[in-house]
C-alpha cells in the first residue's frame, strides 16, 4: 500500500484545526511574510546606497506602481512575451528531452516485461516515475537559464525599451515555458498510455482437452446435465490461469498478477479468452475517520509507535483493549446489488515475535452504532500485509443475545441519525500488533474510471510542472544561470523531504535543535537523555525555539512536492480523489501568487544594465 | 591647435524646435560592487537637453560615459543622483516607451527569429492593430534591403544584416524619438552612407536622433549638435558647425588657377581675377578637436575642456 497521505476534507484542511493552522492561515501568513520582509530587505539595500529617506521613497514607489502595473497588464504584449518563450524553447532543442524519453521507452521493453508478479504496478511506476522526473528536470533547465541568457546577451534591453511591464516580461515567459512543459507532458502522456495498453496486453489459449466438463446427476430423474466447466489456460507470459465455467459457459479467470481474463465456450467445443481484464482500475474509496484506543480501551491520540520506518501507522497491541476505530458515513448507496458493503483492508503487522509468517496475523472487526451501545458479533480476519478485499453482509448477527433482534441491520440498526457507522478492529495475538492508517480501511465505493485517473494524474504533474517553472523563473530573476539551476533544484529536492523537516520544525525529533544538538554531540549525550537542569539548559532550548520559528515559516515558503504527487493512488488502482485535486490546484495557485509576485519585485528592482 | 567656436543653440537647427525632449539634470552614475563599494563614477553631474527635431551625438572615448547616458536615458540603469527626462517624465514610464526608438551597439536581437518574425514580435509589444503592423514590417523590411532573406533566422546573418533588421526593429513603431548606439558598426561603406541618410532623413520627419558613434566622421556628417564626454564628464557641446570653426585663419578656395598665378596667390590673388568661390572661416575635422579635448582632458582632469576658442565672437 503506497498511500500513505491522510486526506482531508476541503473544511478541515482549509480552516484552522486543533492540531494544525489550516491552508488559509498559511497563505495569509506567507504572503504577510513575504510583504514585510520583501520591504524591509529592499529598504536596508535602498538605505545602504541611497540614504534612509530615499529608500523609503523608493520602497514606497515600487509598492504603489506595482498595482496599477497589475491592472494594465496587457494579454496582447503577454501573448508576444509567451510566444517567444515558446519559440525560443523549441528552437534551442527543449525536445530533445522528448526523444530522449521515446528512446528510453522503445528501449525499456527489453527490461520490463509483464512476467513480474506485479506488471501493472512495474509498468506504472516506470512510466510515471520516469517521465515525472526528466519533465521535471528539463523544466529546470528551461526556466532558469533563459533569462539570465538574456540579461547577459544584453537581448532584454530590446524588451525593456519597448512598453512592456515587469508583469508582463515575468508572466509572458512562465506562460511560455509552462506551455512547452504542457505539450511535452501531454505528448509523454499519450505515449505512455499506448506503452501501457501495448505493453500490457496478452491473451491465453485453451486447450479444449485439457477442460474438464462438470456434470450434475438428476435424483429422481437420473439425467445427467452440464453444469459448467474447469481448467487452466495456457502459460503466457510468466503465468497462467485456473477458470471455471458457469452453464452457459461464461466466467471469469482467477486473478493472476493483477488481472483476470474474460473465458467463454463456443458452440464448436472450442474457448476465447480475452485480453486482460480488472487490470487497469480506479478503485473509489469511501475514507472514514480514525481514531485509536489504547491497552485499557482508553481514548488516545495515535497509535503506538514502533519506529520511525512505521510511522505513518499507528499500532494496536494484540490480546488487549486497545483498537482502532474507524468511522465511515454510511447509506444505502454503499451497498452493492448483493446487499452486501465491499470493504478493504490493507493492514501492516508488526510482530514482536516470528509466529506463523504464512497464515497472517488473527484479528477481529465488529461493526458498532456510533451513540448506542450495540453492535454486531466479531468476525474473525487474517492480516497478511497485504490487501484483501472483504464483502461484509449487510445483515449482521447481533453481539447480544436479543431474541428480538438476532441480527443488526447496517444501515437501519448500527448507523446514527448524523449518518455514521463505526468499524472496530482489534488484534487477537498477544504479543504482536497491527499498523492502523486513516488509509488502510475503506469501502470501496465502486470502480472509476482508469483513463480519468490517468488524465488526474498527469494533471498533479502538470501542477509540479507549474511550480518548477515558477521557482526557476524567480531564482533566475536575481542569480545566474548556473546557481538559478541549484537552486531550483534544492527546492525540488527538499520539496521530496519536506516531510522530515516538518516534523524537525515541529519539535517532533529526538534531541532538540542546533544549539542542544551541539551541545548533545560535544557532552556525548545521547538523545533520550534529559540535559542537566540549569539557566543554560533554558537558554539553549529558547534559541532552538526561535530556530523552530524560523524553520516553520521556511517551511510553508517551500513546496512540499509529496502533497502533489499523486502516482501512487493509480500505480496502486485507487481512484484519486477530487478534494485531492482541489486541495493540489489551491496550493499551487498560492505559490504562484506569491512567487510571481516576488519574481515581479525582483525584475522591477534589479538595475538591468548593471 | 587652432581656436573653434561653440554655439550652445538649437535655435538655428534647421528643423529643431524649442520643445525639450531629452533633459538631464547632474546626471551622476556610480557602479557599485555586490558590496555596495564604489567601483566606477561612470557619469558626473551632467546636464544636457536635446530639443525635438535635432540630431544629436553624443561623442567619447571608450568609458567616457556615453553609454552609460543612454542607458540612463532609457530606464535601463537607475542614476545614483540627479535626474534623467525623457519627454519631461521617468524614462522608466512604459507609456514614454511607445514613443522610443532603441538601436543596441550590438543587435542584441533573438538569434533564433527570423527578420519577419523579429518584427512581428516587436510589433506586438506596441498598441497597433495587426494591419498596421504587417504594413509596416512590409516597409521596414523593404526598407532595409532583407526582402530576400526574411525567412532566415538571424543567426544566419551578416553583422551588416543584422545591424539593418536592428534598425528596423528601432522603428517598428514609428518613434518620435531615436536612440542610435553606434549605428554604423558592421556596416560596409554603402551601408555606412545609407544609415547617414536615414537618419538625416527620420530628422526631416520631424524625428529627434540621440546617436552616439565612434566614428567621428559619422557624427560631423549628420549631427546638429554633439556632447563630447571624457571620464564621465561633459567636456564639449555645441552645434558641429561651430565647435568645427577656426576662427583666426582664413581659408581661400579658388578655381581657374594658372601655374604662375599659384606662385603669387598669397599676395595677390584679386589681382590676378580669378573667380573668387569662397572666403571663410576653415573648420578642423572632428577628429581632430576629439584629441584635442581628450589629450586636455587627459592633462587637467575634472574641467572642463579648454581649447583655443574665442567663444563669444560669432
Redesign the interface.
Known sequence: MGIENDIYSMNDWLLPGADHLGGLVVFISAIAILAVAGALIGFIVSSIRNGPFEAFYAVGRIAVESVPELLSISPRRVGAMTWLAFQEAIRKRALVAFALFMVVLLFSGWYITPNSESPVRLYLSFVLTFQNWLLLLMCILLSVFSLPADIQNKTIYTIYTKPVLHWEIFLGRLFGYIGVGSMMLVAMGVCSYVFLYRGLDHTHQIDPQSVTELTDTDDDTGETKVIGWEGETTFNVGHSHPFSLDADGDGLAARERQHTHQVTRNEDGTFTVSGPKEMLQARVRHLGKIRFLDRGGEPTNKGINVGNEWDYYGHIEGGTLSAAVFTFDMSDALLNEENQLPMEFNLRVFRTYKGDIVSGIRGSYYFKHPDLDIRSRSIPFTAKEEAETVLVSRSQENSDIDPTAPNLDLVENLTNADGKIELWIQCSERGQYYGVAQNSVFILKSNGSFFWNFVKCYISMWFQVVMVVTFGLVFSTFLNGPVAALASLIALGYGFFAESVRELANGEWYGGGPVESSIRLFNQKNVMVDLDEGVYVNIVKFIDARFFDGLRVFVNMLPDYNQLDTHSFVVDGYNIPGVVMIQQLLIVGAFFVCLVTTGYFFLKTREIAG | MATTETMDSAAETPSASNEIVIETRNLTKV??DFW?RQKVRALKALDLEVRRGEIFGLLGPNGSGKSTTM?LL?????P?SGQALVFGEDPSK??I??R?G?L?E?S???R??SAR?TLE??G????MPASVRRERIDKLIEMVGLKWAERR?LKEYSKGMTRRIGLA?ALI?DPELI?LDEPTTGLDPLGIREMKDLILRLRDEGKTVLVTSHQLADLQDVADRIAILHQGELKEMGRVDALLKVRDETQIRARGLSDAAKEEIRQVIQRHEAELIDIENPTTTLEELFLSIVRDSEARPGRRARVDRDDSAD
Open positions: 557602479y557599485r555596495g542607458k532609457l530606464g535601463l540603469l537607475f545614483t512604459v507609456s516607451k511607445e522610443i532603441y543596441p550590438e542584441y536581437l533573438y533564433f527569429l518574425e514580435f516587436y506586438r509589444l506596441f498598441d533566422q526593429q513603431n536612440f
